[in-house]
């Protein structure tokens, strides 16, 4: 329940920003949307590398190593600010010249390039904070996650309504929301640790104090599949936001909001996919067998109940969720009929999450990539650009394609996983 709750704080900051957005027009909400799906690849891919903390973290935890994890952890921090400044870097000038080539009017291109700009330096506070994330969720602390994130959303709501209605920076000041707001938590999170007993006898005094090649080659040996397999999926939903612009400030900002709105749901079981990650890796770290298959399996029927609440939400009352995003009258009837779609693939999306959760606490990383590659970019992109231009279904035709890759995808993991989980469980590498 605490990642649970962390992560729809994390997503939070999503919304806060599409809802501020949305309230000052669909140019601005446009910019807003075009910004947040270049600038979720860079995070996504910072986020993809350190989630081979948490697992490593919960093996030795399991293996009563817990020696061994304050080495490992100041290994990933220096993993995580090479990331965090490489992602600034990158975005900083590469965002602009993307945004650039993607043929949007002037005035659009100009303040997404402004969002991405601000939200640049948000990136080595980012992955410093998922470093703490990952060893606290690794240790099966998730409640600093949860407080830290929670103060970090609460934050977020004045800032951003100063920066971008009263001083009028409109996508600009979103985004330089973002930037604040996760330098908060990062400093937030670093004083918490520096007090808490729960954090001694980790073996500080032990290992190098600089970086270490080796550690940090075996965190990103691990980590870089996963990093792919998230980039996988990031990348197909944000390839169709691109699409999806190519018809216009109300159809893509109808696709953001629908897509905030499955984007939220989809924190329920992204949060269940961290915990079973955490209670895998333990199992596994004991070499209990029948542990990880439970872990799992409980992960697994968790996450039917919750997407089937979420499907039945959609479906219920898609006017009534919209209208929290947005007033306007193209842009709130495009996102009803998306919304439509998206409670079509809560199920196969829950499922494809909790199952790569459960994978990652057994360290399997590689084949789980493959499987993402093949069925976003194998079917769901293919399908997705084939209907919405080729048969000029636009963007339902786009969130067709979406709902065959999710599909594809939770099928081939969860088989994956139940091929496994059967296996005995060699040690924890």
Known sequence: MPLIAAQLAAIGGNVVDVVL????????????????????????GMVGIMMALSPSVAQLDGAGRRG??????????????????????????????????????????????????????????????????????????PRPSLVIGGIGLLAMVPIGYGLMYRLGLGALGSGMTSAISCWLQLGLFLAFMRVSPHYRRLGWGHGRRGPD??????????????????????????????????????????????LNIASVSFMVPLGLALA??????????????????????????????????SCAAMLAVPVHIVRLYTADPLVLSGAVALLYLAALFQMSDGVQVVCNGALRGLKDARVPMLITGLAYWGVGLPVGWFLAFGMRMQTIGMWAGLVAGLSVAAILLLTRFLVLSRRPILGIG
């Open 213 to 258: 090649l080796a550690a940090i080659g075996a965190l990103l040996r691990l980590g870089v599949p996963m990093a792919c397999s998230v980039l996988m999926e990031v990348g197909m939903f944000t390839a169709s936001t691109l699409g999806v612009s190519r018809f216009g400030d109300a159809a893509v900002s109808s696709h953001q909001v629908a």
């Open 276 to 309: 079973v990650t955490v209670r895998v890796g333990n199992a596994a770290g004991r070499r209990d067998h029948a542990g990880v298959r439970r872990a799992g399996m409980a992960g697994l029927s968790l996450t039917l109940a919750t997407q089937s609440l």
């Open 21 to 44: 957005a949305g309230h000052l027009g669909a140019h601005v909400l446009g910019a807003v949307a075009v910004g947040t799906s270049l600038w979720g690849v860079a995070i996504m």
């Open 68 to 141: 061994e994890v304050g080495p490992l952890f100041r290994q990933a921090l220096w993993l995580a600010l090479g990331l965090g400044i490489f992602a600034q870097t990158l975005v900083f000038f590469a965002g602009p010249a993307v945004v650039a080539g993607m043929g949007l009017p002037a005035g659009l291109a100009q303040s997404a390039s402004g969002f991405l700009r601000a939200a640049s330096f948000a990136a080595p506070a980012l992955s410093l904070y998922l470093a703490c994330r990952g060893l606290s969720e690794g240790l099966s602390m």
